[in-house]
């Protein structure tokens, strides 16, 4: 009987105070679009850190651990921690969730690629998801402005949603399955209106 393949085994989670970590030049991101780091901070304040950081042990000239971490993937959500500290909202040697990449090898991913693979395997959600989480927000009796402060857009944006949200479940469910664009949905809820 052969072997049986090796089980996987996952990089271990810690949480690290965030003096001991440093933004590593590996991270991919170079170029700034989407939600800016002053909203990332906002929403951390009010909701706490959702997704750890990824870090890998910065090593001395023998290879040696020297107690820091490097951050080639979490770049974003550092930074706005960085602002936080900066706004005395958290300490600067505050624990901080990390994900710890060890390296065994020449065969492990590189920092480089760690940080690709952040960046593209997150998906989107989809446009119908949102429209139906903001309904359930409301809902839940939040206002249309409180809404659009937690999310960093306008009560313009989240009443169109909520409109979005109202289209009828048959239509919706063609527009999940690409059977129509957001556009048509649009047209559709407005002829409705």
Known sequence: MG???????????QDIPFDRLVLSQSNVRAIDCGVSIGALAA?????????????RPVLDEAGAETGMFEVPAGGRRYRALELLIKQKKFAKDGPVPCVVRLVSGDEDPSAEEDSLAENMFRQQLHPLDQFRAMQTLADQGSSIDDIAARFMTTPAVVRQRLKLASVAPALCEIYADDGMTLEQLMAVRREAA
């Open 3 to 13: 072997k049986a393949a090796p089980k996987l085994v996952l990089s271990r989670s």
């Open 43 to 55: 929403d951390i304040a009010r909701r706490s850190l959702l997704q750890s950081l990824n870090v």
